[in-house]
Protein backbone atom coordinates (compact mmCIF):
# COMPACT_ATOMS: atom_id res chain seq x y z
CA UNK A 1 0.00 0.00 0.00
CA UNK A 2 0.97 3.23 -1.00
CA UNK A 3 0.45 6.42 0.85
CA UNK A 4 1.05 9.90 -0.89
CA UNK A 5 0.10 13.51 0.63
CA UNK A 6 -0.32 16.45 -1.16
CA UNK A 7 0.24 19.37 1.78
CA UNK A 8 4.32 19.82 0.38
CA UNK A 9 7.47 19.59 2.84
CA UNK A 10 6.74 21.23 6.19
CA UNK A 11 10.30 21.98 7.99
CA UNK A 12 11.72 22.41 11.27
CA UNK A 13 11.68 25.97 12.46
CA UNK A 14 15.07 27.45 14.15
CA UNK A 15 13.22 28.57 16.74
CA UNK A 16 13.12 24.22 17.70
CA UNK A 17 16.05 23.50 16.80
CA UNK A 18 17.47 25.94 19.05
CA UNK A 19 15.69 24.25 21.87
CA UNK A 20 18.91 21.84 21.95
CA UNK A 21 20.55 24.91 24.03
CA UNK A 22 18.52 23.81 27.22
CA UNK A 23 21.73 21.30 27.20
CA UNK A 24 23.91 24.52 28.70
CA UNK A 25 21.88 24.56 31.63
CA UNK A 26 22.58 22.22 34.72
CA UNK A 27 19.67 23.82 36.70
CA UNK A 28 17.10 22.48 34.30
CA UNK A 29 15.37 18.95 35.21
CA UNK A 30 12.49 18.36 34.35
CA UNK A 31 10.26 20.74 31.86
CA UNK A 32 6.51 21.77 31.09
CA UNK A 33 5.46 21.33 27.42
CA UNK A 34 2.72 23.48 26.52
CA UNK A 35 2.80 23.21 22.92
CA UNK A 36 -0.30 22.02 21.31
CA UNK A 37 0.56 22.20 17.92
CA UNK A 38 1.28 18.36 16.81
CA UNK A 39 4.51 18.78 14.12
CA UNK A 40 6.11 21.19 16.82
CA UNK A 41 5.25 19.20 19.99
CA UNK A 42 6.65 16.02 18.10
CA UNK A 43 9.92 17.65 17.52
CA UNK A 44 10.24 19.48 20.82
CA UNK A 45 9.61 16.34 22.44
CA UNK A 46 12.68 14.74 19.62
CA UNK A 47 15.21 17.17 20.76
CA UNK A 48 14.24 16.95 25.14
CA UNK A 49 12.99 13.90 25.77
CA UNK A 50 15.95 11.69 26.20
CA UNK A 51 17.72 14.30 28.48
CA UNK A 52 14.47 15.64 31.01
CA UNK A 53 11.39 14.52 31.87
CA UNK A 54 8.73 16.21 30.34
CA UNK A 55 4.98 16.88 30.70
CA UNK A 56 2.52 17.27 28.06
CA UNK A 57 -0.13 19.39 28.13
CA UNK A 58 -2.02 18.67 25.45
CA UNK A 59 -2.33 15.17 23.72
CA UNK A 60 -0.86 14.53 20.50
CA UNK A 61 1.00 11.96 19.50
CA UNK A 62 1.74 11.35 23.01
CA UNK A 63 -0.15 11.07 26.42
CA UNK A 64 -1.07 14.65 27.79
CA UNK A 65 0.10 14.84 31.93
CA UNK A 66 -0.28 16.62 34.72
CA UNK A 67 2.03 19.96 34.60
CA UNK A 68 4.29 19.07 37.51
CA UNK A 69 7.94 19.60 35.81
CA UNK A 70 10.05 21.98 37.62
CA UNK A 71 10.04 24.38 34.99
CA UNK A 72 7.75 25.11 31.92
CA UNK A 73 9.01 25.99 28.32
CA UNK A 74 7.06 29.29 27.46
CA UNK A 75 6.28 30.29 23.75
CA UNK A 76 5.63 33.84 22.37
CA UNK A 77 3.68 35.12 24.36
CA UNK A 78 0.28 36.42 22.20
CA UNK A 79 -2.62 35.95 24.72
CA UNK A 80 -4.71 38.45 26.97
CA UNK A 81 -4.28 36.16 30.02
CA UNK A 82 -0.95 37.02 32.15
CA UNK A 83 0.44 36.28 35.46
CA UNK A 84 2.69 39.42 36.92
CA UNK A 85 4.77 39.48 40.17
CA UNK A 86 5.16 35.96 40.66
CA UNK A 87 8.45 35.20 38.78
CA UNK A 88 11.45 36.56 39.88
CA UNK A 89 13.50 37.41 36.35
CA UNK A 90 16.21 35.53 37.12
CA UNK A 91 14.00 32.31 37.38
CA UNK A 92 13.37 33.17 33.53
CA UNK A 93 15.63 31.65 30.46
CA UNK A 94 15.41 33.17 27.34
CA UNK A 95 16.28 30.63 24.98
CA UNK A 96 15.50 32.65 21.33
CA UNK A 97 12.91 35.18 19.94
CA UNK A 98 10.04 32.62 20.41
CA UNK A 99 11.15 30.70 23.36
CA UNK A 100 11.88 30.71 27.11
CA UNK A 101 12.05 29.11 30.61
CA UNK A 102 10.64 29.85 33.35
CA UNK A 103 10.81 28.17 36.47
CA UNK A 104 7.29 27.25 37.73
CA UNK A 105 6.09 30.03 40.13
CA UNK A 106 4.09 29.78 43.74
CA UNK A 107 0.87 29.61 41.43
CA UNK A 108 -0.51 29.60 37.60
CA UNK A 109 -3.49 30.15 35.53
CA UNK A 110 -5.32 29.05 32.43
CA UNK A 111 -8.28 29.50 30.36
CA UNK A 112 -10.70 27.41 31.87
CA UNK A 113 -14.57 27.14 30.08
CA UNK A 114 -16.95 29.40 27.91
CA UNK A 115 -14.01 30.57 25.43
CA UNK A 116 -13.56 31.29 21.47
CA UNK A 117 -10.21 30.94 20.05
CA UNK A 118 -8.08 34.53 20.18
CA UNK A 119 -8.77 37.01 17.66
CA UNK A 120 -6.99 39.98 16.53
CA UNK A 121 -8.61 43.35 15.30
CA UNK A 122 -6.41 46.51 14.22
CA UNK A 123 -3.44 44.44 16.22
CA UNK A 124 -5.47 44.18 19.52
CA UNK A 125 -5.85 40.51 21.05
CA UNK A 126 -9.63 39.65 22.39
CA UNK A 127 -11.25 36.57 23.17
CA UNK A 128 -15.21 36.72 23.34
CA UNK A 129 -16.94 34.25 25.35
CA UNK A 130 -20.04 32.34 25.12
CA UNK A 131 -18.84 29.32 23.94
CA UNK A 132 -21.01 26.27 24.60
CA UNK A 133 -22.77 29.24 26.49
CA UNK A 134 -20.47 28.33 29.03
CA UNK A 135 -19.43 30.90 31.97
CA UNK A 136 -16.47 32.09 31.07
CA UNK A 137 -13.43 31.27 33.64
CA UNK A 138 -10.20 30.59 34.13
CA UNK A 139 -8.45 28.27 36.49
CA UNK A 140 -6.01 29.57 38.95
CA UNK A 141 -3.62 26.92 40.92
CA UNK A 142 -1.53 27.68 44.02
CA UNK A 143 0.98 25.93 45.60
CA UNK A 144 0.40 28.10 48.71
CA UNK A 145 -2.10 30.89 50.43
CA UNK A 146 -1.99 33.62 48.31
CA UNK A 147 -3.63 37.29 48.07
CA UNK A 148 -4.34 38.37 44.23
CA UNK A 149 -5.33 41.23 42.35
CA UNK A 150 -7.30 41.18 39.10
CA UNK A 151 -7.67 43.61 36.59
CA UNK A 152 -9.91 43.21 33.48
CA UNK A 153 -10.75 44.79 30.12
CA UNK A 154 -13.73 44.17 28.40
CA UNK A 155 -16.98 44.97 25.74
CA UNK A 156 -19.86 43.46 25.80
CA UNK A 157 -21.44 42.66 22.84
CA UNK A 158 -24.87 44.14 24.53
CA UNK A 159 -24.61 47.28 25.88
CA UNK A 160 -27.37 46.43 28.09
CA UNK A 161 -25.47 43.38 29.94
CA UNK A 162 -23.55 43.34 33.39
CA UNK A 163 -20.69 41.07 34.34
CA UNK A 164 -20.25 39.91 37.97
CA UNK A 165 -16.80 38.07 39.18
CA UNK A 166 -17.18 35.09 40.88
CA UNK A 167 -14.67 32.76 42.70
CA UNK A 168 -15.12 29.22 43.49
CA UNK A 169 -19.29 30.10 42.74
CA UNK A 170 -19.45 33.10 45.11
CA UNK A 171 -20.02 36.42 44.04
CA UNK A 172 -17.72 38.97 44.61
CA UNK A 173 -17.95 41.90 42.95
CA UNK A 174 -19.90 43.51 40.42
CA UNK A 175 -18.35 45.35 37.22
CA UNK A 176 -21.04 47.90 34.81
CA UNK A 177 -18.16 49.33 32.93
CA UNK A 178 -15.60 48.32 30.54
CA UNK A 179 -12.84 47.98 33.27
CA UNK A 180 -12.82 46.26 36.20
CA UNK A 181 -10.45 45.90 39.39
CA UNK A 182 -10.45 44.19 42.14
CA UNK A 183 -7.69 43.61 44.90
CA UNK A 184 -7.30 41.30 47.78
CA UNK A 185 -8.74 38.03 46.50
CA UNK A 186 -7.23 35.69 49.32
CA UNK A 187 -7.15 32.17 47.40
CA UNK A 188 -5.89 28.56 49.87
CA UNK A 189 -3.51 26.50 48.74
CA UNK A 190 -4.60 24.30 45.77
CA UNK A 191 -7.18 25.19 42.14
CA UNK A 192 -9.73 27.60 42.38
CA UNK A 193 -12.03 28.57 39.48
CA UNK A 194 -12.43 32.64 39.02
CA UNK A 195 -15.82 32.92 36.79
CA UNK A 196 -17.04 36.12 34.46
CA UNK A 197 -20.93 36.17 34.95
CA UNK A 198 -23.22 38.04 32.56
CA UNK A 199 -26.72 39.39 32.98
CA UNK A 200 -27.64 38.54 30.01
CA UNK A 201 -27.17 34.92 27.71
CA UNK A 202 -24.90 35.27 24.50
CA UNK A 203 -26.33 36.27 21.80
CA UNK A 204 -25.85 36.08 18.13
CA UNK A 205 -24.23 39.47 16.75
CA UNK A 206 -26.01 39.78 13.35
CA UNK A 207 -23.30 40.40 11.13
CA UNK A 208 -23.34 37.15 9.64
CA UNK A 209 -21.06 35.76 12.44
CA UNK A 210 -23.12 32.46 13.95
CA UNK A 211 -21.60 32.47 17.04
CA UNK A 212 -23.37 33.28 20.37
CA UNK A 213 -21.09 35.85 21.68
CA UNK A 214 -21.29 37.42 25.18
CA UNK A 215 -18.37 39.82 25.81
CA UNK A 216 -15.18 40.43 24.42
CA UNK A 217 -12.20 40.30 26.85
CA UNK A 218 -8.72 42.45 26.06
CA UNK A 219 -7.12 42.01 28.96
CA UNK A 220 -7.60 39.52 32.23
CA UNK A 221 -4.09 40.21 34.27
CA UNK A 222 -3.56 38.24 37.66
CA UNK A 223 -0.77 39.71 39.72
CA UNK A 224 0.43 39.17 43.40
CA UNK A 225 -0.77 41.16 45.99
CA UNK A 226 2.22 42.77 47.28
Known amino acids: ?10 FVSEDVIDLGKIDNFD ?6 IQESTHWNQMWIFYFLFDKYKLYLKYPSYYAASSQIGEWTLQG ?32 NISFYNGWY ?33 VKLNFSPLNPENNLSILKDGKKIMTCPNKYCEINNINLTKGKHILSFDAKLSPQQPGNGDTRYLGYAFSKIVISKNV
Open 1 to 10: MISTSNNGVE
Open 27 to 32: NVTSIN
Open 76 to 107: KKSDILSLLNFTKSSDIIPINRIYSLEKNSSC
Open 117 to 149: DIESNQNTLSRWSGEKNDTPSIEIGCNNEESIN
